[in-house]
């Protein structure tokens, strides 16, 4: 018996398995990819499910390949995703910039493990929320969701397609290896629940079609291969035509478009959660994993009677700027934890602004985080 | 002016290439225009429908090629373009997907893509146009620079062994493998149509002229000299349409000087990516290319 596209039901399901259940559900036909710990979950989870759904698992050369496949077959109008770890991110930067550029739909998993290098394959890291936002070269729009439980695995998947879709870009599902690795409880809902987000095709005919002429909301409007349009497409900087243009002149309104896409978006693709932010004067913002043991940490906080609240960041990127710059005002200090040596803090550190001190609290990759460290940071602040 | 004085100033191929693109970057005596020509020459001859024909290039003068074709065109990272047609294709297995791309794009950067596709068998064709260096970038010397060739970065002559291209797609396993030189302009066109024919792998060797980057440093002269050197000095077989059965690949090896062996090395038939896919338990009952389409249609 093959299973369905979605498997409606209460499991107990592992974070990778739920991240590629979220992408099948997503309308996901296609995943290529590499193995790599604690990512190639994910990929096993595509290998053995795709097919019962009639979809193409490939196993790529590496991850270049695998970043590259991705986009050929969206380009071929495919859902497409991939799944990778650290090093595997690194070398998917390559084509998460032609994706950018070309405006290509897909979407990338990282697992985040303990870096630099190989660094630690099987233990957890936060270490690349910052080469999310930057990696690859040159200024571009990304978006990128950072699940806390296999739930979200599954929910923030779909989201990621229904945004690459909306928006034309490569989106990122930043998971770490203990959300991962961990298996929850996770409900898949019915088939008709599940909103899924279509690219926009163009209306008109062939003939007219100006790949790159976007629309009042800046996104230009998909044609696919193979359907008469007479694709252009280009990573070099091009004109709306898609002919190349290597000028200022064409580059000014491309990139122009390219970040306002996103960040003109930004309100509606900004996600987060907020506890007892209300009356907080020490604001706790965090993601991912640490978000567990820092909803904890407010806990035992408030416990103590010190008025901690919880900001959980469910896109890192966009930055939810005005609602943290909105709690930091009159706040005692901000805490952010997280499984690194300091990167989403320093974007607190730019959109408070002074606001409030704003104080990073490292957890060893490698480490389980608990709430000690956090509740002491929030106690020190709070003083 | 009258439509038919209009008609006849139009140039044959001028429907398959983009006019709003041209002139073209590429350098007098380049061997790329008649490459690019010899393959739409080829998709005519091969009936390809024209919606199914999509081109995909990487980076270098070669990579110039996808814009310059009026249909579906892909111009990719460095690289690249073969793991991004490997995706479009087993996206949509209707479509007829080219490679057109330079020597350092497939077999330096992008080698690993290259062994990995013909192992593979994705059914797509791979034109390379050999010109023996990074022509774009200004002449260095790549993987397939002859020994002892000059380039701006192997000023003292090339002491590195370059690749024997047949030998290598052939080895990598693909179904079709030939070599031609810009100067046999008919033969390539006509291997290109086999290729476009062909279910599978293919691969196409073009050696071309490259007078700044090459020509120059080598003190061979303009593209037509370059051309020259091909039929005189790297002596052509008369009989090179019909090595087909007994070239091996392994002869192949481009030495300065030296003959070049050219024709079609490899003809055979191997199951595709796709033939194999479609073999899983799974996909048997799904009948997945009516099913990924068909839900793509539903959903729209």
Partial sequence: MLRPRVLTGTHFMHGDFAAAEGGLAAGCNFFAGYPITPATEVAERMASRLPEVGGIYIQMEDELGSMAAILGASCAGIKSMTSTSGPGFSLMMENIGLGAMMEVPTVVVNIQRGGPSTGLPTLVGQQDMMQARWGSHGDYPIIAYTPASPQECFDLAIEAFNAAEKFRTPVLLMADEIVGHMTEKVIIPEEEEIQVVERKHPKGKPIDYIPYQADEDLIPPMAIAGEGYKVRMTGLTHDEKGRPAINAEAQGPLLKRLLDKVNTHASEIVKYEEMDTEDADVIVISYGITSRCARRAVELARKEGIKAGMFRLITAWPFPEDEVRKLAEGAKGVIVPEINYGQMVTEAERVVCGRAPVKGVTYVPGTLPDPTATLHAIKEVAK | ?300
Avoid at chain 2, 41 to 47: F, H, V
Wanted: with cysteine; glycine share 8%; aromatic share 8%.
């Fill in chain 2, 1 to 300: 002016m009258n439509k038919e004085v209009e008609e006849e100033k139009r140039h044959p191929i001028e429907d398959y290439l983009r006019s709003d693109m041209l002139p073209h970057i590429w350098c007098p005596g380049c061997g790329l225009g008649i490459v690019l020509k010899a393959y739409v020459k080829a998709l005519e001859k091969a009936e390809v429908p024209m919606d199914n024909r999509v081109v995909v290039s990487g980076i270098g003068c070669s990579g110039r090629a996808a814009g310059y074709l009026n249909q579906d065109s892909y111009h990719t990272t460095h690289g690249r373009p073969i793991a991004f047609a490997t995706g479009m294709k087993l996206g949509n297995p209707d479509l007829n997907v080219t490679v057109i791309s330079g020597d350092g794009d497939l077999f330096a950067i992008g080698g690993n893509h290259f062994i990995h596709a013909a192992r593979r068998n994705i059914d797509m064709n791979v034109i390379c146009v050999n010109n023996f260096n990074y022509g774009m970038t200004g002449g260095q010397s790549g993987p397939t620079t002859p020994t002892d060739s000059k380039t701006v970065t192997t000023p003292y002559g090339n002491f590195e062994h370059p690749f024997n291209l047949p030998h290598l797609a052939a080895s990598s396993g693909a179904v079709y493998v030939a070599r031609w030189t810009t100067l046999d302009a008919r033969r390539l066109r006509d291997s290109i149509t086999e290729a476009l024919k062909k279910r599978g792998f293919t691969f196409i060797e073009v050696v071309s002229p490259c007078p700044v980057g090459y020509g120059r440093p080598n003190r061979i002269g303009e593209g037509i000299e370059e051309m020259r050197l091909y039929r005189e000095t790297w002596d052509l077989r008369e009989d090179n349409w019909i090595i087909k059965e007994d070239a091996n690949p392994s002869d192949a090896e481009i030495e300065l000087h030296k003959k070049i062996l050219v024709g079609v090395f490899c003809d055979i038939e191997r199951p595709t990516f796709m033939d194999m896919y479609m073999q899983m338990e799974p996909i048997k009952e799904k009948r997945l290319k009516h099913m990924v389409r068909d839900e793509r249609k539903v959903r729209e």
